[in-house]
């Protein structure tokens, strides 16, 4: 595994000088050579993040917690796309919709959270009530 790591910093340190050369010999395309790259790098990680999801996913349910596990693995996984998608739309120039898209990926999280909010207050209320 830290062979994996060693080789995607250093390909995204080449990358990243590479998209440097680009910008100041005026390629108008860098922004998408960085997004291209970003691509890549995830590429690479894309079959360690499915088993790690299936594994958790596996030990939760063995548990008895896979509801509560399958949601947390969901803020996860929004919370990194939308961060993602956040910052190439940001590589590529496009601030407004960078912030709009971290804005929107928030409201996501809460409306994913809030029925566990809602749930805690009901039982939180019923254990005082009584």
């Given at each position: 595994?830290?062979g994996?790591v060693?080789?995607?910093c250093?390909?995204?340190?080449i990358?990243?000088v590479c998209g440097?050369?680009l910008?100041?010999l005026?390629?108008r395309?860098?922004?998408v ?14 079959d360690?993040i ?6 958790v996913?596996l030990i ?5 917690v896979g509801r509560?596990a399958?949601?947390?693995l969901k ?7 939308f961060?993602i998608c ?6 590529l120039?496009?601030?407004a919709?960078?912030?709009a898209?971290?804005?929107v990926?928030r ?9 566990y ?8 209320a019923?254990l005082?009530?009584?």
């Amino acid at each position: 595994m830290s062979g994996d790591v060693v080789r995607i910093c250093a390909s995204a340190l080449i990358a990243a000088v590479c998209g440097i050369l680009l910008r100041e010999l005026g390629w108008r395309g860098a922004g998408v050579f960085s997004v291209l790259a970003l691509v890549i790098f995830l590429g690479t990680v894309a079959d360690g993040i499915s088993s790690l999801s299936k594994d958790v996913l596996l030990i939760s349910e063995e548990y008895g917690v896979g509801r509560t596990a399958k949601e947390i693995l969901k803020v996860i996984g929004v919370s990194y796309l939308f961060g993602i998608c956040s910052d190439v739309c940001s590589e590529l120039g496009e601030r407004a919709i960078a912030g709009a898209l971290t804005v929107v990926g928030r409201v996501e999280i809460l409306l994913i959270v809030m029925p566990y909010f809602f749930e805690m207050i009901r039982n939180a209320a019923a254990l005082v009530g009584q």
